[in-house]
């Protein structure tokens, strides 16, 4: 048997296992998309054709569901929670950045002493369960005045998204060419201005994937923010919770909701999807 043939008969089988994969990943990628899709499409009906089981995909399309969530109906409205929910997740994921940007440069360009375990530790800091730190930080505010106070929550999601944040920059950072950085101080760029004007722009895919992250993170929390929080600083995720009550569950309006507090998220990885593409797989092919 020639080598022509055998290498032929290899390709026939890649090509093959090549389309077998590429098809179980567009089947795996509908299963996920289906429930969303049902959202979408249960969001535009009415509650009782909402309510029936099977669900009637041929029911008349209504916006009443949206209508009553933005308080058409007279109900509470959702604009002070969104806009809770974006200062807070801007603002944490800003300050995650701005100190997770220095960190990562020294823990990888200018490497300290045992940046290994300071890493590990970093990431040890995730292991801890959020409900086992709930009441010392519910007595800590109560005491200190910041229930219900939406900087206590900026606060909060900075601390819960840093150590991820330093952990994906750091490797990130490790791919930026040191002899740019030696050229930049020999010309007498202080540190702010490597980091700002040399560090950042080439580490951006890096620095757009965590922020997209840390903001995706940072919108979705509940828990913290359903018990330290009230009327004023209430966020989009514990509005949506408030659907949900001993009068019963309406299906549509719940969907309505869900898609609009999903909006932000899916068109923030919309714009980013490149970017995060590129920064996910930094430093994944030497």
């Not at 055998?6 to 509908?30: E, K, Q």
């Not at 292991?127 to 109560?142: H, S």
């Not at 068109?267 to 995060?276: R, S, T």
Request: hydrophobic share 55%.
């Amino acid at each position: 048997m020639s080598s022509t043939t055998t290498a032929a008969r290899r390709t026939g089988r890649g090509g093959r296992s090549g389309r077998s994969l590429g098809l179980v990943a567009w089947l795996a990628g509908i299963v996920f998309f289906l429930p969303i899709a049902w959202m979408v499409l249960t969001s535009f009906h009415s509650e009782a054709d909402a309510a029936t089981n099977p669900p009637s995909f041929a029911a008349p399309l209504t916006l009443d569901g949206y209508r009553e969530f933005f308080g058409a109906a007279g109900g509470a409205s959702p604009w002070p929670a969104l806009i809770n929910s974006t200062v807070a997740s801007l603002a944490s994921t800003l300050f995650v950045l701005v100190l997770a940007l220095p960190a990562a440069y020294a823990l990888s360009i200018r490497p300290v002493k045992k940046w290994t375990d300071v890493l590990f530790f970093f990431l040890s800091t995730k292991m801890l369960p959020a409900v086992a730190g709930l009441l010392p930080l519910y007595l800590f505010a109560k005491n200190a005045g910041l229930l219900d106070n939406i900087w206590l929550l900026v606060v909060l999601y900075t601390s819960m998204n840093l150590p991820i944040a330093v952990w994906m920059m750091q490797s990130f950072l490790a791919e930026v060419p040191v002899a740019v950085i030696e050229a930049a101080r020999v010309d007498g760029a202080s540190l702010p201005v490597i980091l700002a004007r040399v560090v950042a722009p080439i580490a951006l895919p890096g620095i757009a994937a965590t922020s997209l992250i840390c903001f995706i993170f940072s919108w979705n929390e509940l828990l913290f923010a359903r018990v330290l929080t009230g009327v004023v600083a209430e966020t989009a995720p514990v509005f949506l919770t408030g659907f949900i009550t001993s009068q019963g569950l309406f299906l549509a309006k719940v969907c309505a909701a869900s898609l609009v507090v999903s909006l932000p998220v899916l068109a923030a990885g919309f714009a980013a999807q490149d970017k995060l593409v590129q920064g996910l797989s930094l430093g994944a092919v030497k």
